[in-house]
């Protein structure tokens, strides 16, 4: 039975995207895949069966993302599970990255998203059944990243519009989880995949050691294996009560535990403040 469901995935020509397809693919599912150029996208998924529907897709055109969303359902008959993953991050802070920067992140990695559970809903809700992934970051949980902000505000927007979309479809059978993951070794720090801003503004030390360790340092060693996060998020798709917030890599956990700890002594300190607020009774 889970062998028959229909899998569409986004941001599918590299990166966590495209292990999840090609796992997918081994194990008999069929998958509609997305990216910009459907060329580069059959070329590193390797595959030419009849499961598998590449689509050239541009997530920013709500037309483009309708029509790939009917061809799927055209070729499988239905669609089942939905993995908004494409997205870049964003280096910079928040002073030096332009109006049409953070614009930019937002627009790929909110409004594409959006722009895909718009066009997948109706379908979803005609079959009563169905589950949206949306992929954001620990980043979405956990914001202290020096040089991150706009990037992380796209990702917490992504964590919190999944949490109110999984009440609000919860009625029609439909699941959501939001998928958070640490650094997987994928080629996300590269140019292809992270952008860096056009007017740097010299003062802002401690974000271009930030963003120096994430190009330098930590690109090409990041601890999570891309493969074991595919096979997480499609065991994670074959359960009866998924999480809402699913957490990938050792590091990832242990920040959104940090967060949750100085959340707790934070309000416990303040809490007569927070208390104090209301009318007399």
């Known amino acids: 039975m889970e062998n028959r469901k229909v899998w569409f995935v986004t941001g599918a020509s590299k990166g966590l995207g495209l292990a999840l397809v090609q796992k997918l693919l081994a194990g008999g599912f069929s998958v509609a895949a997305t990216s910009r150029n459907v060329a580069d996208l059959r070329d590193a998924v390797g595959h030419t069966g009849p499961e598998f529907l590449p689509l050239g897709v541009s997530l920013t055109d709500e037309a483009s993302v309708r029509q790939a969303i009917a061809d799927t ?145 930590i690109n090409g060693a990041q601890p999570g294996d891309p493969v074991k996060a595919a096979e997480a998020i499609i065991r994670v798709a074959s359960e009866q009560n998924p999480p809402v917030h699913l957490l990938l890599g050792e590091d990832a956990f242990g920040l959104a535990q940090a967060k949750i700890n100085a959340l707790s002594t934070e309000l416990e300190n303040w809490k007569s403040v927070s208390l104090s607020t209301n009318f007399d009774a």
């Open 73 to 217: 359902v055209a070729a499988f008959g239905r669609i089942d599970v939905i993995v908004n993953n494409a997205g870049y991050g964003l280096a910079g802070s928040i002073e030096e990255l332009s109006d049409a920067e953070s614009r930019g992140n937002f627009d790929v990695n909110v409004f594409g998203t959006l722009n895909v559970i718009r066009a997948a809903m109706p379908y979803l809700r005609a079959q009563q059944s169905g589950h949206i992934m949306n992929v954001s970051s620990i980043g979405g949980l956990n914001g202290a990243f020096p040089g991150f902000g706009i990037y992380c505000a796209t990702k917490f927007a992504v964590s919190g519009l999944s949490e109110s979309l999984a009440t609000e479809v919860a009625e029609f059978g439909i699941k959501v989880t939001v998928v958070e993951p640490g650094y997987f070794r994928t080629d996300f720090l590269t140019a292809g995949s992270f952008a860096t801003p056009k007017n740097q503004i010299a003062d802002y030390q401690k974000v271009r050691e930030s963003q120096d360790a994430h190009q330098q340092q």
